[in-house]
């Protein structure tokens, strides 16, 4: 068992969840026109915006964040979709609107960002591809930088982390803590730059907290696997699968930091929490 690394403020950057999907090297799952309401079982109907039912991929000169979070929510159109001059602002909306996130939490989430781009009150998304800002080693769905630094979706990176939930077709703190734990230690064994500080922990671990309580609940943080699976390989929110926004807003304390210490506390006690470089050999 792992002692709790998540505070109150201490998950920079924390809406930029995991790691980057690039529609041109992945496979779309599902129509990219806008779904109707009658066609899908919804889980709750009067959360959905007319954003939630159109879905536009990236055009040639849209920019895109190491962040499928943030790249969905362009590709629905709840943030600027070119990816240009995001502000607090436009994000607070945008995840409230997109997934029933505060906006305190989005608040405090973003003011991090501005660090790089000094003076200014936006950012632009691929200013955040940044090692050990929301990229981290250990990614869930692509290669180390080491190994590629374009921050595109690898398949093969993905279906080794899935793979770890077998056939269930829930993902819960447990399961995502193993999960989570055992992928980065099997990318560690090939990656001779890999690192995990302390000071990353906080995203690695809120970026799971998100997965559960958005394709979950707040209360009850289990998720589907459909909706995680097809959010990650296609960018998009998996409202054609019934999915919409959970009832009660999403937020940092309790919810998103007691889900993510407890993935700490979870964390096999057989796998490291933080490497260095080559100290798992």
């Known amino acids: 068992m792992k002692t709790s690394l998540v505070s109150l403020g201490a998950l920079p950057v924390a809406l930029g969840l995991p790691s980057f999907v690039n529609l041109g090297h992945g496979s779309l799952i599902g129509s990219t026109s806008s779904p109707k ?21 990236p055009s040639a000169g849209d ?11 362009a590709n629905h159109g709840f943030i600027p979709h070119d990816g240009r001059n995001i502000t607090s602002e436009i994000v607070q909306k ?11 939490l989005s608040a405090a989430a973003f003011k ?14 691929d200013m955040l591809h940044k090692h050990n800002f929301i990229e981290h080693d250990g990614s869930l769905s692509r290669r180390d930088m080491y190994f590629d630094p374009s921050n595109r ?23 995502i803590a193993n999960a989570r734990a ?35 609940t707040p209360g009850t943080p289990v998720a589907n696997r459909s909706y995680v699976e097809f ?43 933080t490497y260095a470089p080559k100290s798992s050999g």
Not at 45 to 57: G, Q
Not at 114 to 119: A, D, H, K, S, Y
């Open 37 to 57: 309401l009658s066609k899908f079982d919804i889980d709750s109907p009067s959360l959905l915006k007319p954003n939630h039912l159109t879905w536009t991929p």
């Open 63 to 73: 920019l895109r964040a190491p962040c499928p979070g943030l790249n969905t929510l």
């Open 94 to 104: 945008g995840f409230k609107d997109a997934m029933n996130i505060d906006e305190a």
């Open 112 to 125: 991090p960002a501005l660090e790089l781009n000094p003076g200014a009150s936006f950012i632009n998304l």
């Open 153 to 175: 979706f690898d398949k093969e990176t993905f279906d080794a982390f899935i793979g770890y939930f077998e056939r269930t077709t829930t993902i819960n703190i447990t399961t």
């Open 182 to 216: 055992r992928h980065a230690l099997e990318m560690s064994r090939v990656n001779p730059n890999f690192t995990l500080p302390e000071s990353a922990i906080p995203a690695a671990t809120g970026e799971c907290a998100f997965l559960l309580t958005i394709f979950g």
């Open 231 to 273: 959010f990650f390989r296609n960018e998009r929110l998996p409202v054609e699968l019934g999915w919409a926004p959970v009832d009660t807003p999403i937020t940092l304390s309790p919810t998103i930091q007691q889900i993510a210490n407890e993935i700490v506390a979870q964390t096999p006690s057989d796998v490291p929490l």
